[in-house]
């Protein structure tokens, strides 16, 4: 009973001390799709991603209220680091949702303008006393800048300002240092273009007083030990074994950083009751590591800490396993075609093309001996055959002819026209059927890495792009366009697996089917070799026009140093190289996160995200018409 009343009570106490309005709160997911591209629009890194922040501690004035709540101690802040831009999971400070959906694109635009990009802590100065004084200093710089390179955002900026300040403590309230602080405050929110620090106020307290300001970003740069350091890579990546929760899989946290002692499995502490740890501090004990499949609870504290204390350890998390996989035996594996391919490879960090830097390694899968279209797939073919056989290529008419099978209606009124104004040329009033052939190639280029054997509802990826490989074969078929279907997966640059499952060169048949049925998820997603070779590949057909579709589930990515911005960068080299070579290339994705970093692969009109994985069979198809009428 005393449980539950207390439960009430603190619920209740928390609503009545929240400052926020809840009822006009606006979150990053309603927002998520048009800050990247403004941020990115802005100047901002293209390949960051738009991430939720973590919270920051200040030493502002509380209330009462929020004393007796034991709140109001923290708050979310925006930054950037070279990943991500983290904005504050949800922002409720102002009345009006309008309000707050203008601060989320102010941050993002400040966020873009940052001077250094990411905030260069020294590290001498890890106090927080000198991060808010560089705070202060870097966000004054910063809206300096954009202002003065965007001066239309001065209205959007005035606008949050005077309604930011009379949520802000009122002066008059406060005394001493506090009072200082927050009038300082104040005027370098109306004055952006003066710096206002109240030099009379020492660091120390400076930061003990000051209240949050929603208009800036966080005063403490993210703490070097809080990013990975390169040598843990590749630890780096999640082996698929378990689902993280969508809430919490793009939270940053501060971190500190803390090696577990390997040779200590435990240890004596002599405490008084009084003083026990509270579960936010550690302890550098070795304890024995046990699998807790009960994570939401901890995912709720770990949202509620400021900050999060990791450390090594020679025994792996479940959930954050990378696999070196091994290649399987040779007399396992797909027949090799070829003793490999040398690929370049783009390395953004120099800013070069480093020549045979890849081994490509074309395959045949071995295949299932004559296989059959799945029962369950037929239907939906055969009503695709008869779509695609009007895309066969039927007789046309040419206008404005000499002499033709009919006349031309069109050319027989401008003529009349013509001739009531003066018009005396020789007139072409008739129109001949003529036959018009498409000239068209079409190769698809699907990912067949390990991350397709997850679950999407009651199947495996790989099923949906297995089904989603016949369709468009069956459809394909039924027109006279050439296509090639290939598979890709990789381990490491030396090993890229490029699965042959239909040649263009070859019909459509049961032999092809059967190299589909036995489709199965390979390794890693090296993107750039991949579509190097397609290129190649789609390059040699006799076609007016060339068409690269490639489907995936995931971005770029591999055991080596083909991560994050790197596998990026080199896939979007790639790309453009297609496109200049006359190649259309065009991305189908199931990845929801692919607008964090595919406008910038692939353009914004260079890629499309199906959202029900379930739906790519049908859907696939329908894009290739799509794409084709355009051309």
Not at 128 to 150: F, H, K, M, Y
Not at 580 to 594: L, N, R, S
Request: neutral net charge; charged residues 25%; aromatic residues 8%.
């Amino acid at each position: 009973m005393e449980e539950w009343v207390g439960g009430i009570w603190d619920r209740f106490i928390r609503r009545a001390a929240h400052r926020g309005f809840p009822s006009a709160a606006v979150e990053l997911n309603a927002v998520r799709s048009s800050i990247g591209p403004y941020f990115r629009a802005l100047g901002g890194n293209p390949v960051a991603g738009i991430k939720s922040g973590s919270l920051q501690s200040h030493g502002g004035p509380r209330r009462w209220l929020e004393r007796v709540a034991g709140t109001g101690m923290r708050h979310e802040v925006a930054w950037i680091d070279a990943e991500a831009l983290y904005l504050p999971e949800k922002i409720d400070h102002f009345a009006e949702p309008e309000l707050n959906r203008e601060l989320y694109f102010w941050l993002a635009a400040l966020a873009a303008f940052s001077q250094q990009g990411v905030f260069q802590q020294d590290a001498s100065q890890k106090e927080w006393p000198r991060q808010s004084i560089d705070g202060w200093q870097r966000n004054v710089g910063e809206i300096r800048t954009l202002l003065a390179a965007l001066p239309g955002l001065r209205q959007r900026y005035m606008r949050l300002v005077q309604a930011h300040l009379p949520l802000r403590p009122a002066p008059e309230s406060l005394s001493g240092t506090a009072r200082s602080v927050e009038v300082a405050v104040r005027n370098q929110l109306l004055n952006p273009d003066q710096e206002h620090f109240p030099v009379d106020v020492c660091a120390d307290q400076c930061f003990r007083f000051l209240w949050p300001v929603a208009l800036w970003l966080r005063l403490d740069a993210p703490s070097s030990q809080a990013l990975r350091k390169s040598g843990d890579a590749a630890n780096d990546e999640s082996g698929g074994g378990s689902e993280r929760n969508e809430d919490h899989a793009d939270r940053r946290f501060r971190a500190r950083d803390n090696d577990a002692q390997e040779e200590k499995n435990g240890m004596l502490m002599l405490f008084r009751a009084e003083s026990v740890f509270s579960w936010e501090e550690y302890v550098r004990v070795n304890r024995p590591q046990e699998e807790d499949e009960d994570t939401d609870d901890a995912l709720l504290r770990a949202k509620d800490m400021e900050t999060l204390t990791v450390s090594r350890s020679s025994r792996p998390g479940k959930s954050r396993v990378r696999f070196d996989l091994d290649l399987p035996a040779s007399d396992m594996d797909d027949t090799p075609l070829g003793p490999g391919l040398r690929l370049p490879e783009w390395d953004y960090r120099k800013q070069q093309l480093i020549p045979e830097f890849c081994c490509l390694e074309p395959l045949l899968p071995k295949a299932e001996p004559l296989a059959l279209l799945p029962l369950g797939l037929r239907p939906v073919a055969a009503r695709l055959r008869r779509q695609f056989e009007s895309l066969v290529a039927q007789p046309g008419w040419r206008t404005r002819c000499a002499e033709g099978e009919e006349l031309d209606m069109d050319a027989c009124l401008n003529f009349l026209t013509d001739l009531q104004h003066g018009g005396v040329a020789e007139p072409d009033l008739w129109r001949a059927r003529v036959s018009q052939q498409r000239s068209l190639a079409c190769l698809l280029l699907a990912d067949i890495s390990l991350s397709t054997d997850t679950w999407v509802g009651e199947r495996r990826v790989i099923d949906v792009v297995r089904d989603s490989l016949f369709l468009f074969a069956e459809a394909m078929s039924a027109t006279r366009d050439a296509f090639g279907i290939y598979g890709f997966s990789s381990v490491k640059r030396q090993h890229v697996r490029y699965h042959l499952l239909k040649d263009f060169s070859e019909p459509y048949g049961a032999e092809v089917r059967g190299r589909i049925q036995a489709l199965k998820p390979g390794f890693y997603t090296r993107f750039g070799a991949a579509i190097r070779h397609s290129c190649v590949v789609i390059k040699g057909q006799a076609a007016e026009k060339r068409l690269l579709l490639v489907v995936t589930d995931g971005k770029p990515n591999d055991l080596d140093h083909y991560e994050g911005r790197y596998g990026i960068e080199d896939t979007r080299q790639a790309v453009i190289a297609a496109r200049e070579m006359g190649i259309t290339v065009f991305c189908v994705t199931i990845d929801k996160k692919a607008a964090d970093y595919l406008p910038y692969v692939f353009g914004s009109q260079g890629f499309v995200m199906v959202e029900n994985a379930n739906d790519l069979p049908r859907l696939l198809p329908r894009l290739y018409v799509q794409l084709t009428r355009k051309r």
